[in-house]
């Protein structure tokens, strides 16, 4: 299982939003490049990062401060990196090479994935094995471009479309539980799991709170590939130096 701790990133700083609303934020001390480093040496082996100035620039906005993130463990004597999967803004092949160029391990894909069938196509066979699609959920539907605009397009609906075209991993998003700390929404993900017939790996997202949540996807690995875990972290929710870590595998 991957456990993806996240950092969101705007203006610079660390935030986590509360249900995707850019007014209801939270700033944290540390720089993004700090927090990835501490989340490095505490074990963790994969990061999920959302440009959230590129989400609202419909552009990526932080490709130094990524590429610093992803650079972090090159000057170590380890050969062990962790793995970064970014989202936020990306609309382009030149933003997607580019990222890949700096290293990043997986291009997380939203807006762009979902208007431009032909696009994702086209680019998971381009670059194999490195496009991931961001499903934004509120009620069942899609939302795009940092999660305020809310389409009619239902979710299972668009990954009938897309699950035989080599998307390598799909981040499922409960928008109305992202930040609240009151459990992810296993059972839609696991309908999601099985309408893709285990074609492509998902990780589940939003409304991770406590050790036991993390627990639950460790025990269903036909489900999960991973989750995505924020504000239970930042809030000191979760022991990260202890148990959280433990799960790792």
Same mark, same amino acid.
């Given at each position: 299982m991957?456990?993806?701790?996240? &950092?969101?990133?705007? *203006?610079?700083?660390? @935030?986590?939003?509360?249900k995707g609303d850019f007014n209801?934020?939270?700033?944290?001390?540390?720089?993004?490049?700090?927090?990835?480093? #501490?989340f490095s040496a505490q074990g963790f082996r994969d990061l999920h990062i959302v440009d959230l100035d590129g989400a609202l620039n419909e552009e990526p906005v932080n490709g130094k401060?990524?590429?610093?993130?992803?650079?972090?463990?090159?000057?170590?004597?380890?050969? &062990? =990196?962790?793995? $970064? =999967?970014?989202?936020g803004g990306i609309r382009t092949i030149d933003?997607?090479?580019?990222? &890949?160029? %700096?290293? %990043?391990?997986? $291009? @997380?894909?939203?807006?762009?994935?979902?208007?431009?069938?032909?696009?994702?196509? *086209?680019?998971?066979?381009?670059?194999?094995n490195k496009i991931a699609v961001g499903l934004d959920?509120?009620? /069942?539907?899609?939302?795009?471009?940092?999660?305020?605009?809310?389409?009619?397009i239902l979710a299972t609906d668009y990954l009938m479309q897309i699950k035989d075209i080599g998307v390598s991993r799909i981040i499922y998003t409960d928008i109305e539980r992202d930040g609240t700390l009151t459990r992810p929404n296993f059972e839609e993900t696991i309908?999601?799991?099985?309408?893709?017939?285990?074609? &492509?790996?998902?990780? %589940?997202?939003? /409304? %991770? /709170?406590?050790?036991?949540d993390i627990v639950a996807v460790? =025990?269903?690995? #036909?489900?999960?590939?991973?989750?995505?875990v924020g504000k239970a972290i930042y809030d000191g929710r979760l022991s990260v130096s202890g148990n959280i870590v433990n799960l790792l595998s």
């Open positions: 991957k456990i993806f701790p996240a &950092i969101d990133i705007k *203006n610079g700083k660390c @935030v986590r939003l509360l209801k934020s939270t700033i944290y001390e540390k720089t993004p490049l700090d927090q990835a480093k #501490e401060l990524i590429e610093n993130i992803c650079n972090q463990n090159k000057d170590k004597a380890t050969d &062990i =990196q962790m793995r $970064v =999967q970014v989202g933003h997607i090479a580019k990222l &890949i160029d %700096v290293g %990043v391990d997986r $291009v @997380v894909l939203g807006t762009i994935a979902v208007r431009d069938l032909k696009f994702l196509e *086209n680019v998971c066979n381009k670059f194999k959920v509120r009620e /069942g539907y899609i939302a795009l471009k940092g999660w305020k605009d809310q389409t009619n309908k999601i799991v099985k309408l893709l017939e285990n074609k &492509i790996p998902v990780v %589940v997202s939003g /409304g %991770v /709170g406590s050790i036991n460790k =025990q269903h690995p #036909e489900y999960f590939e991973g989750v995505i």
